[in-house]
């Protein structure tokens, strides 16, 4: 994950985020989930810096999406109580999801700013915006 090619992704999710009256905070981060590139738009609440960089981070180190993780923490679910592990760092709401290449995860972005479906929107802008660069690369 470059910074160029996290730039780029911050731009579409940003974009989207505009169309949506959105104020979010995005994430990008690498295959190891670390920080690449963030990006907080104005009024987005200070609150939500930490969750998208948890989002990102909970979609690389898990794999995959953190709606799916949502889902499977629900109570009797089989990641019931994910979230209190990772000193807390796993994200149970929606907007981190994982980028592919050839079938390897290799970073995520998180967004956090809207619901749960309204960041997951957001982020998946960030995805196709991935999938669009990585078809069209020389």
Excluded at 65 to 76: D, F, H, L, Y
Excluded at 91 to 102: D, E, T, Y
Excluded at 105 to 117: M, N, P
């Amino acid at each position: 994950m470059s910074l160029t090619l996290a730039k780029h992704l911050l731009a579409a999710s940003v974009h989207k985020a505009v169309l949506m009256g959105l104020r979010c905070d995005i994430a990008i981060a690498d295959e190891g989930g670390n920080m690449v590139a963030f990006y907080r738009m104005d009024q987005a609440r200070a609150g939500d810096i930490e969750v998208s960089q948890n989002k990102a981070w909970s979609s690389v180190a898990l794999k995959m999406p953190t709606s799916v993780i949502a889902q499977m923490a629900q109570p009797g679910g089989d990641a019931y109580g994910i979230n209190t592990t990772n000193n807390g760092r796993v994200v149970i709401l929606g907007g981190g999801i994982p980028l592919r290449s050839r079938n390897k995860v290799i970073g995520g972005v998180g967004v956090s700013g809207g619901t749960s479906a309204q960041d997951a929107e957001v982020a998946d802008a960030a995805v196709q915006a991935f999938h669009y660069l990585a078809s069209h690369a020389t």
